[in-house]
Nanobody
Framework: EVQFVESGGGLVQAGGSLRLSCAAS????????IGWFRQAPGKAREGVSC????????YYSDSVKGRFTISRDNAKNTVYLQMNSLKPEDTAVYYC??????????????????WGQGTQVTVSS
């Protein structure tokens, strides 16, 4: 059974940091680009960042560029999202998902599959 489990969310003050992880079981990340998405209450799910199969190519939305860093460890079947300088507008449920191609762009939710259950990130002002 394929399972994706996100972890690392929590409550943090503005300016703080969190590191999200997404671990896959019953599945190999090797041939998939991986994306992180988020969904705030009442809003559509949006792409945050993605990383290519090799890890050599990354993409960030304008809203997180310079603050978030995506990385992957294929040996551990895990992808990470380091989030620094968090803002209240970063509050959302964060999800990881995969796409069966080398690069992750375009970072559109409809193109991705195998969604995890999400992890809540709350940033207080």
């Amino acid at each position: 059974e394929v399972q994706f489990v996100e972890s690392g969310g929590g409550l943090v003050q503005a300016g703080g940091s969190l590191r999200l992880s997404c671990a896959a079981s019953g599945f190999s990340y090797d041939n998939y680009a991986i994306g992180w998405f988020r969904q705030a209450p009442g809003k559509a799910r949006e792409g945050v960042s993605c990383i290519s199969t090799s890890g050599g190519s990354t993409y960030y939305s304008d809203s997180v560029k310079g603050r978030f860093t995506i990385s992957r460890d294929n040996a551990k079947n895990t992808v990470y999202l380091q989030m620094n300088s968090l803002k209240p507008e970063d509050t959302a449920v964060y999800y990881c998902a995969v796409v069966p191609r080398r690069v992750g762009v375009p970072l559109l939710p409809v193109l991705y599959e195998h969604w995890g259950q999400g992890t809540q990130v709350t940033v207080s002002s």
